[in-house]
Structures are given as C-alpha cells and as structure tokens.
C-alpha cells in the first residue's frame, strides 16, 4: 500500500522559502512519477509540479522560477523548494503519486491515485 507523508509546511512572509519534503512507502518509489498539488480555499486542487522517473519535470506557469522540485531516489523522498512566495501560494500541498490504470501521462493530474495528508503552507502579505 502507498502511504505518502508530507512535512514542512508552515507561515512565513511574502518573499520567505519553505522547503516541503515527502517521504514515500509501499512500492518502488524511483519506478514511478510523483507530484505535488495544492489546494486553496474555495478553489480546485491544482497540479504545482511533477517529475517523472527519468527526471523530466512539469511546473504550472504561477510557480515557474520561483518552485523547484526534486527526488532523492535513495531516501525514497520527494521535495518541493518554494522560494519568493507570494500570499497566493497559500494553501494545503499534497504530495501524490500515480496510480491504476495508469492510462494517462505523468505530467496530466488525472493520473495521480494516492494522496498524502498534505500540509498546510500559510504566507502573509
């Protein structure tokens, strides 16, 4: 079974880092795709990043420049490095990975099937 747990999260001021990191279990973490979506109040949950498992990555236009997103194979462990952030980057991460049937790309938001805890990212104005 695939358990997904995100750490990291917190407040911090418009400009501030925060770095989320997510640590994976229950199957081969460097054989698949993994992502992180963010969900705001009010508003739909939304794919920020992904990378696939040759190291390709996607980035959602608002977080381009500013968000980075990494896997450490052998830690079993996904990042996400958010930097100048901005009040509106404020929500709920979910760190996510694919699942069954596997019938889309890694990089479409329909693919992923299992879900973290998420945590929350605050920033103030």
């Known amino acids: 079974q695939v358990q997904l747990v995100e750490s990291g999260g917190g407040l911090v001021q418009a400009g501030g880092s925060l770095r989320l990191s997510c640590a994976a279990s229950?199957?081969?973490?460097?054989?698949?795709?993994m992502g992180w979506f963010r969900q705001a109040p009010g508003k739909e949950r939304e794919l920020v990043a992904a990378?696939?498992?040759?190291?390709?990555?996607y980035y959602v236009d608002s977080v381009k420049g500013r968000f980075t997103i990494s896997r450490d194979n052998a830690k079993n462990t996904l990042y996400l490095q958010m930097n100048s952030l901005k009040p509106e980057d404020t929500a709920v991460y979910y760190c996510?990975?694919?699942?069954?049937?596997?019938?889309?790309?890694?990089?479409?938001?329909?693919?992923?099937?299992?879900w973290g805890q998420g945590t929350q990212v605050t920033v103030s104005s």
């Open positions: 996510a990975a694919p699942g069954p049937p596997y019938s889309s790309s890694w990089y479409q938001p329909n693919s992923y099937r299992y």
């Open positions: 229950g199957r081969t973490f460097s054989s698949y795709a």
């Open positions: 990378i696939s498992t040759g190291g390709s990555i």
